[in-house]
Nanobody
Framework: VQLQASGGGLVQPGGSLRLSCAAS????????MGWFRQAPGKEREFVGA????????YYADSVKGRFTISRDNAKNTLYLQMNSLEPEDTAVYYC?????????????????????WGQGTQVTVSS
């Protein structure tokens, strides 16, 4: 599946932003999906995941309660709603199609869990 993320930009601390990830190619609805991010000078990290049907989500502790992942299988689109943004959220955000859905962050560091990556979209939180 081919993925294309969009919606990044510059936002003030405390603000909100919604990212989208459009999918094409193989059946989007058959994939679990995830969001990851990479800040300057740091490794890529897991943000959150959603199962194929959209009935279950799992988040990294750093974004729990502030970020919400959703999907619209009819539109082949994944979303990441980000609220109460902090400067520490500044990063390039990536969407990914997942081989499996886990409720343990450690599993998402394994390259084999990723089927395909989208290109990143920059999010900058700054006053």
């Amino acid at each position: 599946v081919q993925l294309q993320a969009s919606g990044g930009g510059l936002v003030q601390p405390g603000g909100s932003l919604r990212l989208s990830c459009a999918a094409s190619g193989r059946t989007f609805s058959s994939y679990h999906m995830g969001w990851f991010r990479q800040a300057p000078g740091k490794e890529r990290e897991f943000v959150g995941a959603i199962n194929w049907s959209g009935t279950a989500t799992y988040y990294a502790d750093s974004v729990k309660g502030r970020f919400t992942i959703s999907r619209d299988n009819a539109k082949n689109t994944l979303y990441l709603q980000m609220n109460s943004l902090e400067p520490e959220d500044t990063a390039v955000y990536y969407c990914a199609a997942l081989i499996k859905y886990y409720t343990d962050t450690a599993y998402y560091t394994t390259p084999s869990v990723i089927d395909s990556w989208g290109q990143g979209t920059q999010v900058t939180v700054s006053s």
